[in-house]
């Protein structure tokens, strides 16, 4: 696998917002692992995921039991969830396509059981809310469009490569993380911490697939508190500033794949980042 930036293409931009629905629904699975067998979180971050650059795949966290160490995790291109041993042997896997919610259930609880693990406790109930998406009314998960799932693929594959290299000028930051509740890439870059999160600032970096705002992926700067004057010039990359409950910086996927050159693409997300970066931490007083 080329470890470097991938090419995004638009010809599959009008079908990865039902890949991101089915993709979103399926990550649940993934968190729910975590968020059973691990030790509670206020954050919840027991559950959340993050991108294995080797195994191209979103990874859970892993769970120790008294046989092994074990983690489940989903793979967007194959759309498939695994269950997989600390030295990386795949314990068990389960193609997506066509099968329901209920049979995933089923499918995991023989596998955790195999585990020595309780079932009983895996627990689907979310601690937030998600749109109710058609695996979760009882219909089957469904590919209709591979090249929408893999350029998806892609798009959190990038956004990792970009969001590690960036934080990593931060020492005071979070680590890398895809977030179950709204399926976002992100991570914190810490500017005051008071130890009340009221009273802290951050900026926040990341990348969305997709959401109620803008139906197609993209990327974000956002700080906390919000800063809720917009830049008086936005900046050269096409940015749009963001206003609806939340306030930011945003560079959608349709702009980046108006660049067929991969050095391009990478070239104007990393100056949308280096810019709206500069702007919140001259704002963030």
């Not at 990386?88 to 023989?110: F, G, P, R, Y």
């Not at 139906?215 to 206003?243: G, L, R």
Request: charged share 25%; net charge negative; glycine share 4%.
């Amino acid at each position: 696998m080329n470890l470097n930036w991938q090419l995004l293409t638009p010809e599959a931009l009008e079908d990865i917002s039902e890949a991101r629905e089915q993709c979103h629904q399926a990550i649940q699975n993934v968190a729910a692992v975590g968020r059973s067998f691990l030790d509670h979180k206020e954050d919840d971050s027991q559950a959340n995921l993050e991108w294995d650059i080797n195994l191209q795949r979103l990874v859970g966290r892993w769970v120790e039991t008294e046989k092994l160490t074990f983690r489940s995790s989903f793979s967007i291109n194959d759309f498939k969830v695994y269950l997989v041993s600390h030295n990386l042997e795949t314990l068990a896997s389960l193609a997506l396509h066509n099968v329901k919610q209920t049979d995933v259930m089923i499918w995991l609880e023989h596998n955790l059981k195999e585990l020595g693990l309780d079932f009983s406790k895996i627990n689907l109930e979310l601690p937030y809310k998600i749109p109710e998406y058609s695996p979760s009314k009882g219909k089957p998960f469904q590919v209709t469009n591979q090249k929408a799932f893999h350029e998806l693929a892609l798009i959190y594959h990038n956004a990792n490569l970009i969001l590690k290299d960036i934080i990593a000028d931060y020492p005071e930051s979070s680590k890398i993380r895809v977030w179950p509740h709204h399926f976002d890439q992100a991570g914190s870059i810490i500017k005051l911490n008071t130890g009340d999160t009221s009273t802290s600032k951050s900026i926040s970096i990341g990348m969305s697939p997709g959401d109620k705002y803008y139906n197609e992926p993209y990327f974000y700067v956002t700080s906390w508190p919000y800063i809720t004057e917009a830049p008086i010039k936005i900046n050269e990359t096409s940015a749009q500033w963001h206003e609806d409950d939340w306030a930011g910086l945003i560079l959608t996927l349709s702009h980046i794949t108006k660049f067929d050159l991969i050095q391009d693409q990478r070239g104007v997300v990393q100056r949308f980042f280096k810019e709206s970066l500069l702007f919140f931490e001259e704002h963030l007083h």
